[in-house]
């Protein structure tokens, strides 16, 4: 598979993998993944159900042990760090299905963001900002994160990745089981992400034409391999790509 392509005139990448492959067992769950993020763009890891895009995040945070390949964040190799050095170096996921502590409150959801962290005054403003980002969990700061909606949890995810102050965000479908307003809305607050805060992204989502057309560059995966790539209007164009993620 031919390597992703940077033209002179696109962003350094601040995340770059190379060859990335993992296995749960004896079962090949990437096979030779390559690709770049940008810095300060959005980037979607696109596929159906099983094709390895969630495997992908969680070897890239280390939350799995990769088999082989490199992954280069912001120049710096970090496959062989553990994923509180990942964090700490500023990349922070947003895990598929939000899982917030559900028995402590929302406040120390947001708190636990930052136990890295120990300037104080900085944690402060990031609180702030956070419930600038979202009313609702300020309103909620001290109820358990068990009585809060399923939009109100992923925002509280969102959140307390926020807290780690993260200069970019690996994003596990951040639309599941929510209804299409609250998607409409974390969409937005992704986008709002990027624009105003300059945050890189890497984006998997199941909802194939709303990733297409807030991703700058996609990459679809398929049984562990990256059997497509292009700029998003491209794919979302693609006769191939409309057959079998847009039904059209």
Not at 173 to 186: K, N
Request: proline residues 6%.
């Amino acid at each position: 598979m031919a390597e992703p392509q940077q033209t002179p005139s696109s962003p350094q990448p601040l995340l770059q993998v190379r060859g990335l492959s993992a296995a749960y067992g004896a079962i090949q769950a990437l096979q030779q993944v390559s690709l770049d993020v940008p810095r300060g763009q959005i980037v979607a890891l696109l596929g159906s159900n099983g094709a390895g895009k969630s495997t992908t995040l969680n070897a890239i945070s280390h939350l799995i042990e990769p088999g082989a390949g490199e992954i280069v964040f912001d120049g710096t190799p970090i496959h062989r760090l553990p994923s509180d050095d990942i964090v700490r170096r500023g990349l922070v996921q947003v895990p598929e299905g939000r899982e917030v502590f559900k028995d402590m409150s929302v406040r120390e959801n947001l708190e636990l963001g930052a136990f890295l962290r120990r300037h104080t005054r900085e944690i402060a403003e990031d609180f702030e900002r956070v419930y600038t980002l979202f009313p609702r969990l300020k309103e909620r700061a001290q109820q358990r994160a068990s009585t809060l909606s399923g939009g109100e949890q992923q925002m509280l995810a969102i959140g307390r990745a926020l807290m780690a102050r993260p200069r970019m965000i690996l994003f596990d479908e951040p639309s599941m089981g929510l209804s299409p307003l609250l998607v409409e809305q974390i969409f937005e607050t992704i986008q709002r992400l990027n624009r105003e805060q300059g945050l890189t992204i890497l984006l998997v989502e199941q909802d194939v034409r709303l990733a297409l057309q807030v991703a700058s560059y996609s990459y679809i995966l398929e049984n562990g391999e990256v059997t497509l790539q292009g700029p998003s209007h491209q794919l979302l164009d693609d006769p191939a790509v409309r057959r079998a993620y847009l039904g059209a």
